[in-house]
């Protein structure tokens, strides 16, 4: 899979901090240690072991986010988040959508594929301007033609096709392309600890880039629906 340099440092920091509390916590039996000490103990492997590079900052990558923070918290546990608190959270990154102003919600399919084959973008040796790429290949299956592609997400060959949409513009297609759009945005107001990234609540893709990949994935003449 080709991680970016900053998911690698994410990824990276979140097994250290999760293997120091789970350490801490078998220790915690013996030691009385609180939640809240353990969770000292993460944040100070965090400060100590990592930091700022180029455009990549370790405030970016490890903010303080309730999102986040329930959701490691339920894998240190090792259960899933309650069904009442994975509804808190939904509702909480389905606020921060951001639904298109101009009400246009299909951009160029062809953007959308060029999107979905780049990894660019956010590592510590690009420029800040560096356009974005989507990863979504890392993840999933989108056309026929790719035969390299990750299998942590579903597969979204015939995305548009199989969910009936042969007109994304037409308002019978409305709520398909609205929850497209908005999963896309921010997968957690719809799987509260989902593994997809955040992209535009994030700012891994803008709005035209977003609309690009909608497109990608409903667009008749998309190769997704080929």
Not at 30 to 50: I, N, P, R, Y
Not at 72 to 94: F, S
Not at 138 to 143: D, F, K, L, S
């Amino acid at each position: 899979m080709k991680f970016k340099t900053s998911t690698k440092l994410a990824l990276g920091t979140a097994s250290a901090a999760l293997l120091v509390a789970g350490c801490a916590g078998g220790m915690s039996q013996g030691s009385g240690m609180t939640s809240a000490e353990l969770d000292a103990v993460t944040q100070q492997v965090v400060k100590d072991s990592f930091h700022d590079k180029g455009i990549v900052k370790v405030s970016q990558v490890f903010a303080e986010d309730p999102t986040m923070k329930a959701c490691n918290a339920a894998d240190v546990a090792g259960q899933p988040l309650a069904p009442a608190r994975a509804k808190e959270i939904e509702a909480l990154n389905m606020k921060t959508i951001h639904w298109p102003a101009n009400g246009k919600y299909l951009g160029d399919w062809k953007e959308g594929e060029k999107l979905a084959q780049s990894g660019r973008g956010r590592t510590w040796t690009d420029k800040a301007d560096t356009p974005n790429g989507g990863n979504c290949y890392n993840c999933h299956q989108i056309t026929k033609q790719e035969i390299s592609y990750g299998t942590i997400g579903p597969s979204l060959y015939n995305y548009g096709k199989i969910r009936g949409v042969t007109d994304p513009n037409s308002p019978q297609a409305h709520e398909i392309v609205k929850y497209t759009w908005g999963k896309i945005w921010n997968s957690k107001a719809y799987n509260a600890c989902s593994n997809m990234p955040r992209a535009g609540h994030m700012g891994i893709l803008n709005e035209d880039q977003v609309r690009d990949i909608v497109a990608l994935l409903l667009d008749p003449k998309s190769p997704v629906n080929q």
